[in-house]
């Protein structure tokens, strides 16, 4: 296929490689539509959203670990206040029980309205208010972004590697953060950079539990017994890099949950580095020099684990997994072998640089020959529908909403797995009938309620 003139080649460059085109958009990319999209990948800072109004993973942890705080001070002050009464109820005589239960004689009439304004309604919780406006900040995003390629590429990154709020409200107040800070600076530069800055990010660190991981050689293995917890170096392995069929076992686990040990984040009242900031305990790293894929790793601290990562990022199995995984994302779930190669091929050569392995994606006629077999995901559904309507809401409760209802919550997935990129996974009877119901309101908001005529 030529790049030319081709309205037709325009829709697939937005449905297949983007977020849907807004209005007038067909027409701009219809001359080099492939051109329209490497543009968007070229231009600099593609993929950066503004900070401003948004808060750092530190931050949000900081405002999280005070409110909790607060509500524990609330609720030991009222066990306090509570106590002494509880105690005089219960030594006082039936007399006087009579008399505290007796109404004073001014009391008003059980239906008396009371005559002090209503209570103001109670302000969301810290994580949820911080949810809500990281979602602003994506849904932005996604409806001014040119094409939405690398929108599309950030989402595809937060969904290989997987955080879900479900875990806990504090991955509820960190989630966006997560996605603003470890993803997007990387989703066009060198995996091995977005590795990195996925596996030790406070986010990731807390979903799998390696703020629980303590090498059991270590000083603090000595003294309280405690051990490996093998969750995040599994899926680094498993999800992250090669593959379940990527050629490791589990020696292997075991060797890079040891590596990784002291790999976490200062928590609330922590005496060392900034609350709620990566923080490397060497007390709790597993000594000594490990094995990983025959490879030796000296002892090195926190450097032992960024080398080990480094590695698993230039590994051919990590450059197939990934190759494999952005073709069935864009192309088909059974994407073209040759494709597959090719792909593959560019990610070795290119030591990793995501920038040239999505755009010879994007060069490769097969990835445009390729029928359009694929339904689209809800997030590409809803944010397709409200980008054709050239709508934004004002606040981020209707995309929620949709995403919920469509079976596809904001950074929720069932398991670290991430959200199945397979057409049979929404293309369920209940699935269609979910997204013929969505439009309604999203048509409301956008034009207001139906008007009824008058009987």
Known sequence: MAPGPDPYAAMTAFNRFGLGAKPGDLALAASDPRGFLLEEVRAQGAGLVPAEGLSSTPQALQMFFAEQQQLRLARE????????LAIA??????????????????AKPADAKPAEAKPKPQEPPVEQRLFRAEAMARLNAQM?????????????????????????????????????EAIRP???????????????????????????SIGPGSNAGRFDGKGL????????????????????????VTALARIITGWSFAEAGSETGEPGAFLFKANWHEPGVHNLLGRNYPQTGRAQGEAALRDLARHPSTARH???????????????????????????????????????????????????????????????????SDYVPSDPGLYLQSLNLLGMPLWQPAGPNGFSDSSDAWSSPEGVKSRLDSPGPWASARVGPPIRSRP
Not at 89 to 106: C, F, G, H, Q, R
Not at 186 to 209: Q, R
């Open 77 to 84: 002050t009222a066990a306090a206040m509570a106590a002494p």
């Open 89 to 106: 109820s219960a030594n006082a005589s039936p007399t006087d029980a009579k008399v505290m239960d007796a109404k004073p004689l001014d």
């Open 144 to 180: 001014k972004a040119g094409a939405g390629l690398v929108e599309r590429l950030v989402a595809f990154w937060s969904n290989h590697f997987a955080v879900s709020v479900a875990k806990g409200q504090s991955l509820r107040a960190t989630a966006g953060a997560f996605e603003r």
């Open 186 to 212: 990387h989703a066009l530069g060198k995996f091995s950079d977005l590795l990195i800055a996925v596996e030790s990010h406070p986010a990731m660190i807390f979903y799998l539990d390696n703020q629980r």
């Open 229 to 252: 917890n093998e969750n995040l170096a599994r899926e680094i392995l498993e999800l992250h890099t090669l593959g379940v069929d990527g050629g490791y076992g589990q020696p292997d």
């Open 322 to 388: 990934i190759a494999t995984k952005l073709a069935r994302h864009f192309v088909a779930d059974d994407p073209p072998a040759d494709l597959v190669d090719a792909l593959a091929v560019k990610f070795r050569d290119s030591d990793g640089d995501l920038a040239v392995v999505v755009s010879a994606l994007v060069a490769d006629d097969r990835a445009w020959r390729a029928k359009p077999t694929k339904i689209r995901s809800p997030l590409e559904f809803v944010v397709g529908a409200a980008r054709a």
